[in-house]
């Protein structure tokens, strides 16, 4: 009598367990948001120069191997960048329908061309513009800059 009430337990707390993770986002879509931020996220600066797209290039490791070409900034709270994917869903440049669009402050460093890895050198433009982020998982998080 003990094993059966012992067994639907554990089957009801296997049960409980899974229905928490359907909420929390695969450890795929952990990864990518992990890299978002750290290649697209900086809420603490304002940026805008040369030089705060020299050292940041550097400092969040887009310039180890070879210069990244472009790259973009964020100058907002997380919470302001997420709540950009709540808003209504349009087509990313490949074709997929996640992305979302939002007005953000930000900061555009552009590789000047004449530069090497490691000691890459880039061209700061600040601007406050509209911007598109590609978002998953549930609850969904920003995984890429689009454009």
């Given at each position: 009598m003990a094993l059966p009430r012992t067994q639907s337990l554990?089957?009801?707390?296997?049960?409980?367990?899974?229905g928490l993770g359907l909420v929390q986002p695969?450890?795929?879509q952990d990864r990518m948001?992990?890299?978002?931020?750290r290649q697209?996220?900086?809420s603490q600066q304002t940026g805008g120069s040369d030089s705060y797209c020299n050292l940041m290039m550097q400092r969040r490791r887009m310039t180890s191997h070879q210069c990244k070409r472009f790259n973009t900034f964020i100058h907002e709270d997380i919470w302001n960048i997420r709540s950009i994917c709540s808003t209504a869903s349009i087509q990313c440049k490949n074709g997929q329908m996640n992305c979302h669009e939002g007005v953000l402050k930000v900061t555009d460093c552009r590789e000047t061309g004449?530069?090497?890895a490691p000691n890459c050198r880039y061209r700061a433009s600040a601007s406050t513009r509209r911007v598109v982020i590609a978002c998953e998982g549930n609850p969904e998080v920003p995984v890429h800059f689009d454009r």
């Open positions: 554990l089957l009801l707390l296997v049960l409980a367990l899974l695969s450890y795929g948001y992990q890299r978002f931020l697209h996220v900086d004449s530069s090497r």
